[in-house]
């Protein structure tokens, strides 16, 4: 599950969605308040469900950041009870950019080592300078410029090593 808010950030959801339906992995993108959804650059997309659709049991959230998306996930209690509820269960948790500061919110960062948009360190309980951190279930990144990196260890956690270097060299990274 790929949650979207207004002004989520295209660059990420983007690539995030890409590189794990590439992985053969099933993708539902989910809108917050309504299918269109605007990005923090004007692009708008139309989700696959919208948020009071859902009722699917999902392996993965994946929150991509972005301003003011990642403050609208933030304040949307849904989001912070399925965190919360997929953490209960040990389920892969992730976020980019902003949106480890949702997680924080959630409760699900005590005591896990976590990363967040440069600037942003305040926001969250352990803050690492690393590009990509991983602790246990929770997958967390920088920003943008890290959205790649991040997207590829989704795959090798959620499939394999494997898969994720064959999509590296399909695209050259």
């Not at 917050?32 to 699917?56: N, P």
């Not at 301003?67 to 992730?94: C, F, H």
């Amino acid at each position: 599950m790929v949650p979207l808010a207004d002004g989520f950030e295209e660059i990420e959801a983007s690539i995030i969605i890409d590189v794990m339906r590439r992985a053969g992995l099933k993708v539902e993108t989910v809108g917050v308040v309504g299918s269109t959804i605007t990005g923090a650059h004007g692009v708008r997309v139309i989700a696959d469900k919208r948020l009071m659709e859902i009722s699917e049991d999902y392996d993965a959230i994946v929150l991509p950041g972005g301003s003011p998306g990642y403050v609208n996930l933030s304040r949307t209690a849904k989001i912070i009870e399925i965190l919360k509820k997929m953490n209960d269960q040990g389920k892969i948790i992730a976020a980019v950019c902003g949106s480890p500061a949702v997680l924080a919110k959630a409760g699900i960062l005590e005591n896990r080592k976590a990363t967040i948009y440069p600037g942003m360190e305040r926001e969250i309980p352990r803050p690492r300078a690393e590009r990509v951190v991983v602790d246990g279930n929770i997958i967390t990144s920088q920003a943008a410029g890290t959205t790649m990196e991040f997207a590829l260890k989704l795959v090798e956690i959620l499939v394999n090593k494997e898969v994720a270097t064959e999509i590296r060299k399909d695209l050259v990274i």
